[in-house]
Nanobody, 116 residues
Framework: QVQLVESGGGLMQAGGSLRLSCAAS????????MGWYRQAPGKQRELVATITRGSNTNYANSVKGRFTISRGNAKNTVYLQMNSLKPEDTAVYYC??????????WGQGTQVTVSS
């Protein structure tokens, strides 16, 4: 079992920045990757960014050049730095941890709202 605690969401004007944090606990020694996903009202959950244990990263095209995923000094902590925010970035952002190849755990989500 892995528990994920997210923080850092909120309300921001377009063009502003927010930083999301996610800390994993429990069987976190088996985590092979962590990532951020988001779900806007009426839409499916989509990938935002992922980072592997080896620090390989992957980004959705819509956030490339604006968002940066990184790992913290603390074990199994991951951040999402979001710059140049747009109204279309408004969504609930979820942290996900992957154990092995395909066992996933999700956080409770944190709301990000970007006003125009």
């Amino acid at each position: 079992q892995v528990q994920l605690v997210e923080s850092g969401g909120g309300l921001m004007q377009a063009g502003g920045s927010l930083r999301l944090s996610c800390a994993a606990s429990g069987s976190d020694s088996s985590i092979t990757a962590m990532g951020w996903y988001r779900q806007a009202p009426g839409k499916q959950r989509e990938l935002v960014a992922t980072i592997t244990r080896g620090s390989n990263t992957n980004y959705a095209n819509s956030v490339k050049g604006r968002f940066t995923i990184s790992r913290g000094n603390a074990k199994n902590t991951v951040y999402l730095q979001m710059n140049s925010l747009k109204p279309e970035d408004t969504a609930v952002y979820y942290c996900r941890a992957t154990l092995g190849i395909s066992l996933h755990y999700w956080g409770q989500g944190t709301q990000v709202t970007v006003s125009s």
